[in-house]
């Protein structure tokens, strides 16, 4: 069987309600799903019944190029039709897209790139925390918590918190301890949030009024993080109770 066509889609941050009408039709059309490890169980049950599905992500790393030669042997030896890549959030983001769209033209399929809602946007909106305001904050940073090679990223988080705009800090959870001394060395002055699951029914949200009180233990993946001095400060004001102090 030759391949007609691959998907590469976005599935946005968790909630299925949130995956677009492009990309459901997508995966209708395609007889193969190849999954990354963050999308969720149930959208893949109610959106991939009968299907095969392969799994190629890893959730516990940043082995970029262990996905890619998962991804390269399963297009050498299964037969497909149409297939879907569904990858949490928008593909293009903090991912190994370039190097995905490699392998198709190498072997002459035709694909097509299905955006997604970021989880850098979403998750904070779903949240309450609203990124930039008229007059308040001009600008916000989005920046992974690993590089490419699966390191911390020291160096680009440090650049980012030493702006005057919101940080997202995407894939945290992991670091989150040295994110905190960071932002400690720095004498950070600002509300940091730490979001868990965002926009998933297991949601938990944790706002803190510094660092110095930031848990960094018991925190579950995916989970992302916020700084801001006037981001976060509209939902601590509206709700007590979320900062856990």
Partial sequence: MKAKKYYIIGTGPGDPDLITVRAIRAIAESDLIL?????????LASLCGGKRIVHVGHRASRDHSGIIERISAILDSTEFSVASHLKEGDPSVFSHLSEEIGLLRDRSIDYEIIPG?????????AAGIVLTG??????FTVVSASDASGNFNEKEIRSALASSGSVVILMGSRHLGKIKDILLSMHYEGYVAV???GTRPDQRISIYQNAQEIRT??????????????AIMDVVNENESRIRN
């Fill in 134 to 139: 008229r007059g308040r904050s001009e600008s």
């Fill in 217 to 230: 233990e018991d925190v579950r993946m995916p989970a992302l993080i916020v700084a801001g001095r006037i």
């Fill in 117 to 125: 809602v970021s989880s850098a946007i979403a998750v904070p909106e």
């Fill in 195 to 197: 979001i868990e699951n």
């Fill in 35 to 43: 999954a990354d490890s963050l999308v969720p169980e149930d959208m």
